[in-house]
């Protein structure tokens, strides 16, 4: 393929030497020329900034995205850090060195010459023989001091770069996109929203990184979240209109377009729809001990203390969903859901243990009922071992009962706990009784 791309570019070049004399009337200069300047263009474009460059990078056009900082040199020298959950582990990597350079293919290319874990993991194979199917070298389509425009020379996704701004240090940059990320998509799986564009409307649903079109053909839309908003691969094109960056409005209630045009996203499901519908797709919510109502610290308490009497830790409460599938006479498909309430704790001499309470959950426009059922009966009996504890002895199941009911049973408004409506990954359940019943829970795989 290497030896494909040089003898176009050698074969072009003698094309345009052939008629050089008609070709410099028209251009004032031969292609030849014209591509050196190109070359030397980029590479001083590159070296400018001070501060280096924002690089939104894509591996592939279906693949998520995620920002890279690069700082340029002369003296072909670069500098990478990243912080992403597939190459790094949601660890910031900095200081990454290697060497680039610009080179002429079809184009002017810009290349990463040698290994650079920022870069070159994306496209380093993995188990699979595939990797994440990324680029390291890239062609150059426009280039300004604001913005240049690249495309991976063989997955072919978009990549933007934007200079960075003096003042921000690369480090305060990626605490920036975390906590984009956690008011737009971290957890947020499954979520659905309505793409609305110029009055019409479009269902799509969020996962990992990508906006997929709830049609048959399932068209995909990765993004790049950016410490502003979130920057598709490529432009969205709906409806005669194409919006390509999005920002949270002023509420955080929905991604609104930053192109001028009027397209926006908006969550398709109320706060407690989206509850129900994380239990559906096997998320568990999580309660948050350290952000509780006075009512409900003082149960939460009283269980730890029980516990702790016994020699035992309260580790943890979810909120748990089981779905089966089963038939009916007929042939459909029919969804079995049952709802339980987990409780882990260590116990004195059997270690980390779980007790399990089977529950009933309701929701009625924007308020929940969450009911205790039954204990789930095992063959170590721990929801029954749990009970005995709580209430006291074994003839006091009734009061661990009461305990549970106290802390998590009841009527309850649903608000968000992250500030935003477009990622409710923690929300606050307050009873319609007191305020001060009221707990957080955040959604946990």
């Known amino acids: 393929?290497?030896?494909?791309?040089?003898?176009?570019?050698?074969?072009?070049?003698?094309?345009?030497?052939?008629?050089?004399?008609?070709?410099?009337?028209?251009?004032?200069?031969?292609?030849?020329?014209?591509?050196?300047?190109?070359?030397?263009?980029?590479?001083?474009?590159?070296?400018?900034?001070i501060n280096g460059w924002e690089m939104l990078y894509f591996p592939n056009p279906e693949s998520a995205g995620y920002p890279v900082l690069l700082k340029f040199n002369a003296n072909e020298q670069v500098y990478a850090a990243t912080c992403n959950p597939q190459t790094t582990g949601n660890k910031f990597i900095n200081d990454e060195k290697s060497?680039?350079?610009?080179?002429?293919?079809?184009?002017?290319?810009?290349?990463?010459?040698?290994?650079?874990?920022?870069?070159?993991?994306?496209?380093?194979?993995?188990?699979?023989?595939?990797?994440?199917?990324?680029?390291y070298e890239f062609l150059i389509l426009e280039v300004s001091d604001q913005c240049i425009r690249l495309k991976g020379k063989k997955?072919?996704?978009?990549?933007?770069?934007?200079?960075?701004?003096?003042?921000?240090?690369?480090?305060?940059?990626?605490?920036q996109v975390q906590a984009e990320r956690d008011l737009i998509v971290t957890r947020n799986n499954g979520t659905q929203f309505n793409y609305s564009f110029n009055g019409e409307m479009q269902i799509m649903t969020y996962m990992n990184g990508i906006m997929v079109e709830n049609q048959a053909d399932g068209i995909v839309y990765p993004f790049v979240v950016r410490p502003n908003g979130i920057a598709f691969e490529r432009p969205l094109t709906h409806g005669g209109i194409s919006a390509q960056n999005f920002c949270l409005d002023e509420g955080n209630t929905k991604l609104i377009s930053t192109d001028g045009v009027n397209a926006s996203f908006v969550p398709a499901l109320s706060l407690v729809e989206t509850l129900d519908a994380k239990l559906d797709n096997n998320i568990r919510w999580k309660l948050d001990s350290k952000n509780l109502g006075p009512d409900s610290k003082g149960v939460y308490d009283q269980m730890a203390a029980a516990l702790k009497k016994q020699n035992g830790t309260l580790r943890a409460i979810y909120m748990q969903r089981e779905v089966k599938e089963t038939y009916t006479e007929e042939g459909d498909t029919l969804k079995l859901k049952q709802d339980y309430l987990c409780i882990e704790f260590k116990h004195p001499q059997q270690g980390v243990k779980q007790a399990r309470y089977e529950m009933s959950y309701l929701f009625t426009n924007d308020i929940l009922t969450y009911k205790y059922v039954q204990p789930v009966i095992d063959e170590q009996n721990m929801s029954i071992y749990l009970l005995n504890v709580l209430g006291?002895?074994?003839?006091?199941?009734?009061?661990?009962?009461?305990?549970?009911?106290?802390?998590?049973?009841?009527?309850?408004?649903?608000?968000?706990?992250?500030?935003?409506?477009?990622?409710?990954?923690?929300?606050?359940?307050?009873?319609?009784?007191?305020?001060?019943k009221k707990i957080k829970i955040d959604a946990t795989d």
């Open 1 to 49: 393929m290497k030896t494909k791309h040089i003898f176009l570019v050698i074969a072009t070049l003698i094309v345009f030497a052939g008629c050089s004399r008609d070709e410099e009337s028209l251009f004032g200069s031969s292609a030849a020329e014209r591509l050196q300047a190109a070359l030397s263009n980029a590479e001083s474009t590159l070296v400018a900034p």
């Open 99 to 135: 060497t680039w350079s610009i080179k002429a293919d079809y184009g002017p290319i810009l290349s990463f010459d040698t290994y650079n874990v920022v870069m070159h993991a994306w496209a380093d194979p993995q188990t699979d023989g595939d990797g994440f199917l990324g680029d």
């Open 155 to 175: 997955h072919e996704a978009y990549v933007t770069m934007y200079p960075m701004p003096v003042d921000l240090s690369w480090e305060d940059y990626f605490k």
């Open 392 to 436: 006291g002895g074994a003839s006091k199941q009734s009061k661990g009962v009461e305990m549970i009911e106290d802390l998590m049973c009841g009527d309850f408004r649903v608000a968000s706990a992250t500030g935003s409506l477009v990622n409710p990954q923690q929300l606050y359940l307050t009873s319609i009784i007191t305020t001060d």
